[in-house]
């Protein structure tokens, strides 16, 4: 099929932005941003006109006019396809989101060193686009509310930002059904990280619901005698519904609250668990002889027959955090200043706060030179008399440099309460770089926590390759916490390694990274990834009433003799 003007007006507007961005001829570039405007607005196709005359129509050189004859040859602008190769794909879709263009995509790309758009909402969620020339707060807020429209129209969210929808969507099923029951099943309840779709066990007939759902801006996308999905219009959701007789509610929510695993392995052991039916999840439980498996904890079969002897009890709950661990102040990104950071922490019942700014090398992040770090000492030890018994405690997220060492002499490290390693540059390397550099950094003696130790971004960037088994053991070796980074977009270490920690009697941290003291709510999202691996309170040091947290600290100290 011959490619129509717009098509090819299109392809001239990216050849253009991409030379912008990758830092071309400037010249050339307005020349085919010119040409795409003159052809998106030509009354007659170009596939009509000779070849040997495009050149001739005002607003159409040579140049340009050999590459619309290489559309029409090849399909393609050879040049443009040159740069698309070279460019990241996250770098080609910030050329989507509202309010960036080639000029900001080169200081992000560039300067920034962000390659996606997951890393770029991050960054402004860190306060850090405000750190460069042309990014403002206004800017940096219009970015990131482009980003997150843009995200949402993708179809996979992050529990966190679905997690709203889903409540009060099941509240308004409730409350239109009030003589109907239905119950969130499926992987949202289940607690995982990303959800593609909201799942509901219903007794609700099929067309009954799909009335109300189509006049809620649904469209129906499947239906089955047992089942029907839905795709929104407003919210790109898909809603899975169950339909299923009162006296099988149970059944099919245990069924569909299960991972394929624990489901196979159930089967197999308690083969005659389907011949009754059950007014509750838990009398299943009860018939087989076990103790009741939240849903969060059915992702392997080996808890099954640990339910013989666990009730679960002691999983760790949000009321078990006590300290906020791995924040951030004005002093480097962050929001807010120490003293707010510290009476937000109070507002809260928290008994201590860990800062943790910048290290010098991010300077990305206005990260803290060593006279910058002396002030905000004298600062912390004002604030800790005004405050008392709430206390502050002195730390730092050094920068994991590229030979894995720390980023300021030893008699600097020595001067932080703790110290959170982790890795922020060059994320582009192999298992074998990745590894010298996290493994030096933990046999420093100076590191008492590694943070986020993949550098991954959920739904945004994979991270490094690492070998946990490695990892975990070294850190059993040198008594180094892992954390569990609570950030939404992180929630790194992922809960499916925290059981090899908990073999290795591996501390581990479940900490907010906050850049604000909003941020402070996201531990919520932490302990809902370590409750999936069954991380109780006392394997947790942010858990850690003050008086034991001092007296770990007191033992981190002795490594550093």
């Not at 080609?92 to 989101?97: C, D, K």
């Not at 080639?102 to 996606?116: A, F, L, N, Y």
């Not at 996201?522 to 942010?542: F, Y």
Request: with cysteine; net charge negative; aromatic share 10%.
């Amino acid at each position: 099929m011959t490619a129509d003007n717009s098509f090819i007006a299109d392809q001239f507007s990216l050849l253009a932005k991409l030379m912008d961005i990758h830092g071309e001829n400037s010249f050339k570039a307005k020349a085919y941003s010119s040409a795409a405007f003159t052809i998106d607005k030509l009354p007659q196709q170009l596939s009509e006109i000779p070849v040997n005359k495009l050149s001739s129509i005002k607003g159409i050189g040579d140049s340009a006019a050999k590459k619309i004859n290489e559309i029409f040859e090849r399909g393609e602008i050879i040049a443009l396809t040159e740069l698309i190769n070279k460019t990241p794909k996250g770098i080609m879709q910030m050329l989507n989101i509202k309010g960036i263009g080639p000029k900001k995509i080169t200081v992000i790309w560039k300067e920034m060193g962000i390659e996606s758009i997951g890393e770029l909402l991050y960054a402004c969620n860190e306060n850090r686009l405000t750190l460069y020339k042309g990014f403002g707060e206004k800017t940096q807020r219009s970015i990131q509310e482009s980003i997150e429209y843009f995200l949402n129209n993708m179809g996979s969210y992050l529990y966190a930002q679905i997690e709203e929808f889903a409540l009060k969507f099941d509240e308004k099923l409730k409350q239109q059904f009030p003589k109907n029951t239905f119950i969130q099943t499926g992987i949202f309840r289940r607690h995982l990280e990303t959800i593609d779709k909201l799942e509901w066990v219903t007794d609700v007939d099929e067309a009954t619901l799909q009335v109300f759902l189509l006049d809620n801006h649904f469209v129906t996308e499947e239906i089955k005698a047992d089942a029907s999905v839905y795709q929104g219009k407003e919210e790109n959701i898909v809603l899975h519904f169950y339909h299923v007789p009162s006296n099988h509610l149970y059944k099919k929510l245990f069924e569909t609250s299960c991972n394929e695993l624990f489901l196979n392995e159930w089967n197999k052991k308690f083969p005659s668990a389907w011949q009754t039916d059950f007014i509750s999840e838990e009398q299943i439980f009860q018939q087989a002889g076990v103790h009741f498996i939240p849903a969060y904890l059915r992702e392997s079969d080996a808890v099954i027959d640990e339910a013989s002897q666990n009730n679960f009890s002691n999983i760790i709950q949000q009321k078990d955090i006590t300290a906020i661990i791995h924040s951030h102040s004005k002093w480097s990104d962050g929001n807010n200043t120490i003293e707010e950071m510290a009476k937000a922490a109070i507002a809260k019942d928290l008994q201590y706060l860990v800062i943790s700014d910048h290290s010098k090398t991010a300077f990305y992040a206005n990260g803290l030179t060593e006279e910058r770090l002396k002030a905000q000492h004298a600062e912390i030890d004002e604030l800790n008399e005004k405050l008392k018994p709430f206390k502050i405690f002195k730390s730092i997220e050094s920068d994991i440099l590229n030979d894995g060492s720390l980023d300021y002499a030893d008699d600097m490290l020595a001067s932080f309460d703790i110290v959170i390693a982790s890795i922020h540059s060059n994320l582009k390397m192999s298992e074998g770089k990745a590894m010298m550099r996290l493994l030096n950094a933990i046999k420093n003696p100076f590191t008492s926590i590694l943070g986020h130790s993949t550098g991954r971004l959920l739904l945004s960037r994979a991270g490094y390759p690492v070998n946990h088994t490695k990892m975990v053991d070294a850190c059993a070796e040198h008594n180094v916490v892992i954390e569990l980074n609570a950030h939404p977009r992180r929630l790194d270490i992922d809960w499916r390694h925290l059981h090899y920690c908990i073999e290795k009697n591996v501390l581990i941290s479940i900490d907010p990274d906050a850049h604000s003291t909003g941020a402070f709510n996201d531990v919520k999202h932490g302990v809902l990834a370590a409750q999936k691996a069954g991380i109780t309170a006392a394997q947790n040091l942010s858990s850690y009433a003050l008086k034991d947290f001092e007296i770990f600290l007191i033992n981190q100290h002795k490594k550093r003799r």
